[in-house]
Every structure is written in C-alpha cells, then in structure tokens.
C-alpha cells in the first residue's frame, strides 16, 4: 500500500523541502492513516482477495507494510506522521539490489558491489532494508 506525490519541481531551499514534508509527506500519511486499517480488513474478511494476492490463509495479515512513496530523495527514511517515507528511487534500487548506484562520483567503488541481499532476496529481507533504512549503510 502505496501513496505517492510527483513534484514538478526540485526543492532548492530548506523552506521548500520543510513545506514539501509538512504538507505534502503529513497529507499522504493521513491518507495512509485513514486507508491502512480498511486494507488489513479486506485482507482478513476476503479470502478470494489473499488468493489473488498469493497470501495463505494461515498467512500473518498484521505485517501490512505502509510506506509514504515520494519521487523525491530528501526525506527518505524518515517518519512523517508514523508512516516511513521512502523514495521511489531507494525501492527500484534495493528491489535491484544495486546499491552502488547510490554512491557519491567521487566514492570509491569495489571492484564487485556488495550485495543487498547475500542469502538471496526475499520480501522480509527486502522490507527489512527499507525498514531499517539499511540501503544507506556504508554510504554516508
């Protein structure tokens, strides 16, 4: 479960990124707010819904990841509202595993990229990155 906010323009100013959070990130959280308990009842009352979603029945619905998605890089990681925002860039990254593309030009790079994932990928491993905001590691 997904909100997300395009921006039509990049925030230069510490004001305009203060307003993009307090407006923007605080709107998509109550919407997530107001959304998140309606999804986890669906998703308990209708089992043909968990079917077509590949859920089983036994199947733990309480994990419901809710995550502000933004098109814009400045605030990911942080908690607006209660809710993580997380930029669309960091989730294409970390679903690719390629962490090396987040590197500054003048970082050094390894000759092979670490893995994300060193046991394989796996829906936990990937929302414990995101979760722990684990895809900055080594990189700040």
Do not use: C
């Amino acid at each position: 479960m997904h909100s997300i906010h395009k921006s039509g323009f990049i925030r230069s100013t510490p004001h305009e990124v203060w307003l993009h959070r307090t407006n923007t990130l605080r709107k998509a959280a109550r919407q997530l707010e107001r959304k998140h308990p309606a999804v986890i009842h669906a998703l308990q009352a209708d089992s043909d819904l968990r079917a077509r979603l590949g859920l089983s029945e036994h199947e733990s619905i309480s994990a419901l990841h809710a995550w502000v998605v933004d098109t814009s890089i400045e605030l990911d990681g942080e908690i607006v509202d209660g809710f993580r925002v997380v930029s669309r860039e960091v989730i294409e990254v970390t679903l690719r595993d390629e962490q090396h593309y987040l590197r500054a030009f003048d970082q050094d790079e390894e000759e092979e990229p670490e893995s994300l994932y060193p046991v394989g990928f796996s829906p936990q491993a990937f929302v414990q990155i995101i979760e722990r905001n684990e895809i900055w590691r080594g990189l700040l």
